[in-house]
Every structure is written in structure tokens, then in C-alpha cells.
């Protein structure tokens, strides 16, 4: 709500397909889907689960879940239904959001469940509760906005199996939350008007990196056809000047360098996240975008709400080879401590476990997680990653623990190895894993793509 006080109503917030939300349209909407929310039995401290393509609602939709109260349940409409109804019953939902195409397929995994859930979809229906168009009821949302949410209050619940492959429940609170905001919004403010192109799956935890670059001022672009092609289309058709993905997706992106007839001169910034971005892959980026300056990429995990470091980079200066030096987010009050096996911090310059603590870091897990007593620690967190400790606010990280590679008895960072190979002549890209060796525990395989003038 301060949000929308303080911009002008005019000012366009989202587009999607050929549909635009300024800020007057995007409020009106919020609050229409808020009322159908109350309508369906939402109200404070109640579970909206919610799993959607992309689609126009997808953003106003959690701002409505967040604006009564409740909490949200985000899931990736890709993953089978026994799958959402098992996470949305551990979860305690009690109203489920989705599209026509999969309302039948959700009820019936729902009644092999023995799960008594409402379920409403974002079309007009007549065999399904809706949210479609405007709520014609008596109800006063007035009555139902939380204006001063406790600080524990939930507010998300997201669910992510990391690299452990192991489900796992994490409940963001009202505070959580609102740090991962302050963090997002640090990272991506800029003197100039940005508009992003997104590929994300907005139903995920993801909303909450959108929202930050919403709140930033950033006008989202995005589309329900997540295609390299269509990628490229909608960066001329908006003439966007910063494109926002994960870096497997930048990859693809670049299979298209030379097999398209798109503008694409107005792009200045790449953004990243979930992945290290490396010199080699912004590299042959420039050349496909001409005009590209400036890197950002965040730095997270879903026990942190995503975001609570980042590193911002002019791609002409010596910053690029910084890649992976990272820094708190200043304002978000979290902490950070690089730590040895036996938990003591390490000396300046010396490599550990990075930990964190603070408004961004979840309380624990939802859902019994075999290793919860080992990660969350007396309010910090362990997050599995190797770093370089270099202040006491900014880390180089290295890589997960579990994929280091032990050599004799030594622990090499496939990272290190991978950009150590990358700036050699003649090579594109690189990856590097650990092999059983029966001298050296592991030995380091390299497989490496050669620049196409070399022979």
C-alpha cells in the first residue's frame, strides 16, 4: 500500500502478452482478488495455496494473499498433482487457486487423499468457484486488511528439495519476508529506468525476487511462453534494457546468437540468480546483446527467503573477474561468519562453511528434514557452501561443500578449476567434476568447449 501512495498511477508496472498493469490497474486488481479470497473463507493466518502458469494474476494474486493475512502456498504447476496436493495438505491449505486445465486433475488427486479443499480457478466457470473479474459482494475489504502484520506472522510457504533431493517446507514469516524485500530492492536499484524481461515460473518463490523488482521501481515483462524465441521478441517489443534469468537459460538464449532478426541493442544489464554466472557465459553474452554493460546476480537460498547477498559489476572494469565475490545486503540486518568443520570463524582470507543469521533466515523446517538440527544452529544457518572469508560482510564463494572435489586429501573447488580453465585462449566454457582415483581418493576431469576458430 505505501507503494502504490507513493507512485504515480499512471506508472506501468507489468506487462504480460498484450495486457499492461500501471499501478491504479494493478491496485484495483489486488483488491478485487482480495474480496474473492474473503468470499472463498480467506482471512489472517489462513493457507491460499496457489499453482499457475504464468499469467496476469499470478503477482496481484499474492499481494491479495498477503494483503488479507493469509499466507501463500506457491507451487510450480509442472509438478504432478499428487505431488501439490500432498505439499498443500502438509501445508494446511484450505483454498487452492489454479486454471481450468488442471482444476479436474487437482480435485480428484485431493479425493485420493481424503483432502476436504476448496478449489477456485482464475477463469469465469460454472463447474468451479472463481477469482475471475470483479467481486460483487457486500463484503468491506476494509474489515479484513491486516494494515500491522505481526512480525511472525506467516506469510509464505515454499517448498524446495535443494540439491539434497529431499522435500522440504520452509515457513517465511512477515519478517523474513519483508528483509528478503529490502535486500531485493537493494540489488536491483539503479538511477535508470529499468524494464525487466523475465523467465522465471512466477508460481514459486520467486514472487518475492519479482516483487522486490517491482518495488524498485522495475517494470516486469514476462510471458506464459517461457521460449528462447519469445524471450528475444518480447526484449524488442519493450524495448527492455535488463533481461532477468538463471544461467542455464542464458545458455539457451545464446544457442539463438546468430538465428534471429530481433533488436536487441537496448539491453544494458543481465541479471542472474540460483547458479554462478561466469566470465565465459557473459563474454559470448556481449556479443549478443551489443550494449551490455552492467552484471548483477543475488545469492540465496529458499532457508534465507532467496536473497541476502549480491554483487553489482561494470562488465568493462576488472569487476568481471570478480564474479563471485559477494556482499551483504546492507540494509536487510542479516549477518554472515565463515566457519571451519569445528565451527570456530576463520581468519581473513581463509576458506570455511558460510554461515548466516538474521531477519532473512527461516526458523527451521515445516516438515521432518533429517539434517535440520545440523543446519540451523543457535539462530545461524549453515548453508552448505564453501567462501573465502574477505570482510566481515563479503565472501568469494567457491562452490557447494558437497561437490568439492577431495584430491590427496586436499579440497579443490570445481569453480576454481572451471574459471581457472575458461580464461585460456581459445576455450568457450568448461565443466569440472570430482572421478574415484585409487591413489588420490579423486582426480579432477575437465570437459572443455573449444571457441569455434579453433581447431
Known sequence: DEFIAKSSTQKNMIYFEDKTLNVASFDKRV????????????????????TLPNCIDVIPLFMAIAKI?????????????????????????????TNIEQAEGIKKSATMQDYDVKIAVIEKSDDFDSIYGENNSSIDLNDFILKNPPAELPLLIASSSGTTGI?????????????????????????????SNVAFPLSTSVVLVICGLLFSGTEIVYSADMSPLKYLELIEKHTCNEICSPPAYYESLLL?????????????KVSSGMDFCSKSL?????????????????????????????VNIDLDTDQINHLATLSLAKNADNII???????????????????????????????????????????WFKTGDIARKETDSTITLLGRKKYFIKRGGKSISPIVVQNTINSIHGVQDSGVVGVPHPLFGEMIWAFVVKTQDED
Do not use: W
Not at 35 to 50: E, N, P, Q, R
Not at 282 to 309: D, I
Open 337 to 379: 561468519d565463515v566457519k571451519d568443520e569445528k565451527g570456530n570463524s576463520v581468519p581473513y582470507g581463509e576458506e570455511g562453511e558460510l554461515y548466516v543469521k538474521g531477519p532473512n533466515v527461516v526458523r527451521g523446517y515445516l516438515n521432518k528434514v533429517d539434517d535440520a538440527m545440523d543446519v540451523f544452529e543457535g539462530g
Open 256 to 268: 539463438f546468437k546468430n538465428k534471429h532478426n530481433f533488436d536487441l541493442s537496448s539491453v544494458i
Open 31 to 50: 483488491n478485487e482478488i482480495a474480496k474473492h479470497l474473503v468470499s472463498l473463507g480467506a482471512k489472517t493466518g489462513f493457507g491460499v495455496g496457489y
Open 282 to 310: 557473459l563474454t559470448r553474452l556481449r556479443e549478443m546483446f551489443p550494449n551490455l554493460k552492467y552484471h548483477c546476480n543475488g545469492y540465496g537460498l529458499v532457508e534465507t527467503c532467496n536473497t541476502f547477498m549480491y
Open 167 to 195: 522435500p522440504k517446507l520452509v515457513m517465511m514469516t512477515q519478517q523474513n519476508v519483508g528483509s528478503e524485500m529490502i535486500a531485493s530492492m537493494e540489488m536491483t536499484s539503479s538511477d535508470i529506468q529499468m524494464i
Open 69 to 97: 493475512g493469509a499466507y501463500a502456498v506457491p507451487i510450480f504447476a509442472g509438478i504432478p498433482h499428487m505431488g501439490k496436493i500432498s505439499i498443500f495438505k502438509n501445508s494446511k491449505v484450505g483454498l487452492i487457486i
